[in-house]
């Protein structure tokens, strides 16, 4: 009994340490270094940036029987905000500006929480959504930013809810002469062209919901989606992804960055009514995809370029030959200015 206690002792005092040693080599991992003939580490920088952006959702349902599809878009807004980033810290704030954003007698309001966080490591790249947006109009075309150009309204819905979460994780394999960073963080600056492949998982829950039928009865063909009154639409996806990204550098400044990430897997999607008729659900396919592309000019000490990011998933419904996407975005125009530092503002 002593010496089974003398180990439990011994165990309890090297836990902690080897909790420690365990962390460092993970901080070491991640903290892998550049080929720095392809990509220049400029995180010890101060890199300040004033940027404009607009961030959206959108969610579609399609049902091939009757060759028919009913698209929702918020009324997304335009944001300008000012950031920056040093070492492992990154902070931007953004502002609406209400004389750029007066369209809302068209689309309809929208109150929206858009949660989007990019992390981008050198061997990691990780996606957060968050979202929560009060709403939507239907429109008659897929563009994603269908206020931001001319789109036709068929009818404004500001009783639709939207409530979702995911995260979606990729492995760079080619982390040392491959640069994310460069392009969408502007604290490294890739000098030549370079790719990778991309390999992870992604876990997404999304529901829309309404005071009344998502499907209008006299907006749709006879029997889109059975003519079922679902008031309440839930999707919750587990998948497997896998792509390519690559940077092209021009002239040792101009770049063109681009990425597509494909994926594969499983969901279980759930319809609900509030006329007591219970729930339609069932299990399904899933399909997704996440874009990236970045443009611009990128030196040692400026930045200039758009960059954008975009998530889709398409998974089957509880219905026969129909399914439902939802997907979600950001895109940035950042103008960025780098500063060394003569003094780290903290630590070593």
């Not at 339609?280 to 592309?293: D, I, K, V």
């Amino acid at each position: 009994m002593m010496q089974r206690m003398k180990a439990i002792c011994w165990i309890l005092l090297l836990c902690p340490a080897l909790a420690s040693a365990q962390e460092s080599r993970l901080v070491q991992w991640l903290r892998s270094e550049n080929d720095s003939n392809y990509v220049e580490d400029l995180t010890r920088d101060l890199t300040v940036r004033v940027y404009g952006s607009r961030k959206y959702n959108y969610y579609d349902m399609h049902d091939r029987r009757v060759d028919e599809a009913l698209l929702y878009r918020p009324n997304a807004n335009n944001n300008v905000g000012v950031g920056f980033n040093y070492k492992f810290i990154g902070l931007n704030l953004g502002f609406n500006l209400p004389f750029i954003n007066n369209d809302d007698d068209r689309f309809g309001k929208t109150k929206y929480l858009d949660l989007q966080t990019h992390l981008y490591t050198r061997k990691l790249v990780v996606d957060f959504y968050g979202q929560y947006y009060q709403g939507y109009y239907s429109s008659t075309t897929r563009r994603f930013f269908d206020n931001a150009i001319s789109g036709r309204v068929e009818g404004i819905r500001p009783d639709i809810i939207n409530t979702n979460i995911g995260l979606h994780g990729q492995y760079i394999f080619n982390d040392k002469r491959f640069s994310y960073r460069a392009a969408f963080l502007q604290n490294e600056y890739q000098k030549k062209s370079a790719g990778s492949p991309l390999v992870g998982a992604e876990l997404f829950a999304w529901q829309m919901r309404g005071d009344s039928a998502l499907v209008p009865a006299d907006a749709r063909k006879d029997g889109f989606y059975e003519g079922m009154p679902f008031t309440r639409s839930s999707n919750i996806s587990l998948a497997i992804n896998a792509g390519y990204a690559y940077t092209l550098v021009i002239a040792e400044h101009w770049f063109i960055t681009g990425s597509l990430a494909l994926a594969a897997g499983v969901n279980r999607s759930v319809l609900g009514f509030n006329d007591g008729n219970g729930k339609e659900h069932g299990l399904g396919w899933q399909l997704n995809s996440t874009f990236r592309f970045a443009a611009g000019y990128n030196s040692r000490k400026y930045y200039v370029g758009v960059h954008y990011v975009d998530i889709s998933t398409r998974g089957g419904s509880p219905l026969p030959k129909t399914w439902q996407s939802f997907g979600a975005g950001n895109l940035r125009f950042s103008i960025v200015r780098r500063f060394a530092l003569k003094k780290p503002l903290f630590g070593s």
